[in-house]
Nanobody
């Protein structure tokens, strides 16, 4: 089984920064891609950024230039550095993972990010 645990959320003022972490454990030898999603109250869950096993990175237009996804293979962790945060970034942020050879997507429990003055 694969487990994902997010951390690093919190309350930050507009213009501030946060760094989210996603620690991965379990059968992780065949990871195809890891992604961050977010879900604001009353809205659908939206994709934010992805990083593949080959190192390819893509971002949603809404966060491009402000957010950076990265990984530390030695720590089995993926990070989301979020800069220039604004109230529209307020959401629960989820880490997800897809393995090679299966269509299943694994999800973490989410971490709350609130951007407010």
């Amino acid at each position: 089984q694969v487990q994902l645990v997010e951390s690093g959320g919190g309350l930050v003022q507009p213009g501030g920064s946060l760094r989210l972490s996603c620690e991965v454990s379990g059968s992780i030898l065949s990871i195809r891609a890891v992604a961050w999603y977010r879900q604001a109250p009353g809205k659908q869950r939206d994709w934010v950024a992805s990083i593949t096993s080959g190192g390819s990175i893509i971002y949603a237009d809404s966060v491009k230039g402000r957010f950076t996804i990265s990984r530390d293979n030695a720590k089995n962790a993926v990070y989301l550095q979020m800069n220039s945060l604004n109230p529209e970034d307020t959401a629960v942020y989820y880490c997800s993972l897809v393995l090679f050879g299966t269509p299943k997507t694994y999800w973490g429990q989410g971490t709350q990010v609130t951007v407010s003055s």
